[in-house]
C-alpha cells in the first residue's frame, strides 16, 4: 500500500497546528507498514507536489472549519474535499487545493483521499492547542487508525520502551 499521512498546519496560530500534532503522535506512538508514510507538511503548498503524487490513499489531518463545534473530528473523502477548500481557514489550505487540482490535471491523483478535520477554538498567534482541540486529537487518531485497518494495515503500538526510545531519539534530532 502506497500511503501518506500528511499533517498540515502552522504551529504559530493555536489550534492550526492540530493536523501537524497528530501525525507527531502517531510517530510517537505506532509503527505502520511499509508503504505508509508520514508527513508533517507544515504550511507548504506545491512543495508538496511530488510526496502526495500517485499515492493509493491520501489521508490529510487538518483543522477545519466544518460549522461544528470546536473539537469537533470530521471525516470528509473524496470530492468533498476539495469543496471544503473553497472556504479556507489558512493560507496553506489554497496550497492544498492547488496541488489537489496540478495532481488532477497531471493524472497523478491518489486513488482514495481522505480528509480528518478538527474545529478550531483559536486560530490566534499562540504556541499550543487549545484544551478542547488537545482532547479531540484522540479521535482523530483513532479515525486514521481505523481508516488504515480498513485497508488492512493495522498500525501496531509501541511498547512504553520503544517510546521512550523514540522521545530520545527526536530530543536528540530536534533539541528545542
Not at 496560530?13 to 501525525?23: K, Q
Amino acid at each position: 500500500m502506497n500511503t501518506l499521512i500528511l499533517g498540515v498546519g502552522n504551529l504559530l496560530l493555536s489550534d492550526e497546528a492540530v493536523g501537524v500534532r497528530i501525525v507527531e503522535a502517531l510517530e510517537r506512538e505506532y509503527r505502520f507498514a511499509p508503504g505508509i508514510d508520514l508527513l508533517d507538511g507544515g504550511t507548504a503548498g506545491m512543495e508538496l507536489l511530488e510526496e502526495m503524487a500517485n499515492r493509493d490513499h491520501l489521508i490529510l489531518v487538518d483543522a477545519v472549519r466544518s460549522g461544528n463545534p470546536p473539537g469537533t473530528v470530521v471525516t470528509l473523502s473524496g470530492e468533498e474535499i476539495p469543496t471544503l477548500f473553497g472556504r479556507k481557514i489558512s493560507p496553506h489550505q489554497l496550497g492544498l487545493a492547488d496541488v489537489l487540482s496540478a495532481l488532477h490535471m497531471t493524472g497523478e491523483s491518489p486513488k482514495r483521499l481522505s480528509l480528518i478535520g478538527v474545529e478550531p477554538e483559536s486560530l490566534e498567534p499562540r504556541i499550543g492547542l487549545t484544551s478542547v482541540v488537545a482532547a479531540a486529537m484522540g479521535e482523530a487518531r483513532a479515525r486514521i487508525l481505523r481508516l488504515l485497518a480498513e485497508a488492512g494495515c493495522p498500525a501496531i503500538l509501541l511498547s512504553e520502551q520503544e517510546r521512550a526510545a523514540r522521545a530520545r531519539e527526536a530530543a536528540w534530532r530536534n533539541p528545542i
